[in-house]
């Protein structure tokens, strides 16, 4: 027995040892980027970003202040190259402005960082806007959190939740692999999800010929004015529908039909996976 503990001490210490030597090859590189930018105050404001949250708030200046963070996870030597690579690309257009992350070259380049080593990659943004900004942003692996927006506004995540804030304007929300949700807002509004669940709170009654929220695999619960009219839609496939409001027209189970305080916007609710809550604000 003591010559099987004996061989074994001196591998783990290797084992530790390499281990140790590995670790200290490993880095985490941060670089900071801040620019303001002018742009018209109903200026468009365009971004596509990759691996990281992206933050939105309004402001009242006709400027669009970008802030955000490189990172890099790799290997010493790698790292470096990786972070030089990866770019903040902005451009100023026509009084609008489009921000795109452009990440370091995967396969046939100089590094491929996708092949299972352990390297990370990514940008996190906090970005100002003018309150009525136009909106389209577009992120993966990351959540989208906006806040105050006046203006039109087109969110689409793969990988990460939706929230908005605040909202009075039009507003177009889809995500992949993640939920929804709208709080203190007012104005038309379509949200559409895959895996995620979607919880709007309506400052005012639906704002539009059709407020639209469907899922696949999660719940929807609307809060909205007591006094809001509407006509409503609302069916699901493996779950029950129920509703604060008297609903007059047809009523079952998974599927509710009909005028709520005689009638207004159109609201149609869908999910398959799932319940549907209507609730009085």
């Not at 001490?9 to 590189?29: D, H, K, N, Q, S």
């Not at 030089?84 to 370091?104: A, N, S």
């Not at 696949?216 to 509407?230: D, F, K």
């Amino acid at each position: 027995m003591r010559t099987v503990i004996s061989l074994i001490a001196p591998v783990a210490g290797l084992i530790l040892t390499v281990f140790a030597w590995r670790a200290a090859e490993a880095a985490t590189l941060t670089e900071k980027f801040d620019k303001t930018y002018s742009v018209k105050s109903n200026g468009d404001v365009e971004l596509h970003n990759v691996n990281g949250s992206v933050t939105v708030e309004a402001w009242d200046q006709n400027h669009v202040r970008v802030q955000a963070e490189k990172k890099v996870k790799a290997d010493d030597d790698k790292a470096r190259e990786l972070m030089k690579q990866l770019q903040i690309e902005v451009t100023e257009t026509g009084g609008g402005l489009r921000i795109v992350t452009r990440m370091p070259k995967r396969n046939g380049g100089l590094f491929d960082w996708m092949s299972g080593d352990d390297v990370s990659v990514g940008v996190e943004y906090k970005i100002w806007v003018p309150r009525d900004a136009q909106l389209d942003f577009e992120n993966t692996n990351g959540k989208l959190t906006v806040k105050g927006i006046q203006g039109r506004a087109e969110l689409e995540t793969t990988n990460g939740g939706i929230a908005v804030d605040g909202a009075g304007g039009e507003l177009e929300l889809g995500t992949t692999n993640g939920g929804i949700e709208v709080t203190r807002s007012a104005g038309v509004l379509r949200a559409n999800t895959t895996n995620g669940s979607i919880d709007i709170q309506l400052d005012a009654a639906p704002n539009a010929d059709q407020l639209s929220l469907s899922t696949t695999n999660g719940g929807i619960i609307l809060q909205v004015p007591r006094n809001a009219g509407m006509t409503l839609d609302a069916a699901a496939t493996n779950g029950r529908v129920s509703s604060d409001f008297e609903v007059s027209g047809h009523a079952e189970k998974r599927r509710l039909e009909g005028d709520v305080n005689g009638g207004g916007s159109r609201v149609k609710l869908r999910t398959t996976n799932g319940s549907i809550r209507i609730v009085a604000g």
